[in-house]
């Protein structure tokens, strides 16, 4: 079942270009593509600001009747859409106690919204179900996904315009996105960074989801990257400098050891790994 339908999502061309998630796509395409997009307006002198969001329970809060909606949209009909509704409804689970003479079992309870964890296709529904997410930009901003990972790039060449035409529109589209597919953000993973030059300095916006303000940082966490504001790349080079000393240590207490071909083994999934993550030239 999992094979048709991605041939199905492939051949109609239906997942979101801007989606990197789940796909082969890495993350390190992800974090360019968000990268040249900040730099792009900073060349241009505007001002451009990043939310980034990350979505609260994912995986468990995805409303069974939306997403049978959203794949009857994408052309997923028939056969191939009943089977993927008898597999998301009328599904049980239990919670089982081993202890070393008996085991006890919770009541039978039936699991009403999410996908499957742990399941081949739980990831490839989900996409389906914020595969529409895209749409709330507009010229103003641009958006990149990685499966919940969601991040915006939010521009404006007024700066007058730039927090209430710019930075509070968009948000106000993602309260209504979110709200519509029954979703909420997980706050304290969501942040906004205010992106200037070296010679610049980042201004303090009053961002609102609902009642809770979005926190402004100076720098923030995007797919095993640390940005920060200047996009300098300090944070981050400070970030796996201990990683890069702790596999050095590693690698020269156990050179005495190993052969050379095992030592560079080490070397690649240790030291060169994440010393070269994010670079994709």
Known sequence: MYDRLLKHIETNNILAFEQFGFRTSS???????????????????????????????????????????????????????????SYLKGRYQRGVLNNYSYSSYSNWGETRPGVPQQSILGPLLFLLYINDLPQITNENSK??????????????????????????????DINEWYNTNLLSLNLDKTHFVHFVTKNSSSIDLN???????IANVYNTKFLGLTLDNTLSWRTHINTI?????????????????????????LYYSYFHSAMTYGLIF
């Open 207 to 213: 961002i609102m989801h609902g009642n809770n303000k």
């Open 27 to 85: 993350t390190e395409k992800a974090s360019y593509k968000l990268n040249d997009d900040i730099l792009n307006v900073l060349k241009n002198r505007m001002m451009v600001g990043g939310i980034f969001c990350d979505i609260q329970k994912a995986f468990d809060c995805i409303n069974h009747n939306i997403l049978l909606t959203k794949l009857e949209v994408y052309g997923i009909t028939e056969i191939i859409y009943k089977l993927l509704k």
């Open 143 to 172: 958006i990149v996904l990685f499966a919940d990972d969601t991040s915006m790039v939010i521009t404006n060449p007024n700066p007058l315009n730039f927090e209430k035409k710019s930075v509070h529109k968009i948000i106000q």
């Open 241 to 265: 400098i201990p990683k890069l000393s702790s596999a050095s240590f590693a690698l020269t207490v156990v050179k005495p050891f190993l052969s050379l071909d095992s030592l560079k083994m």
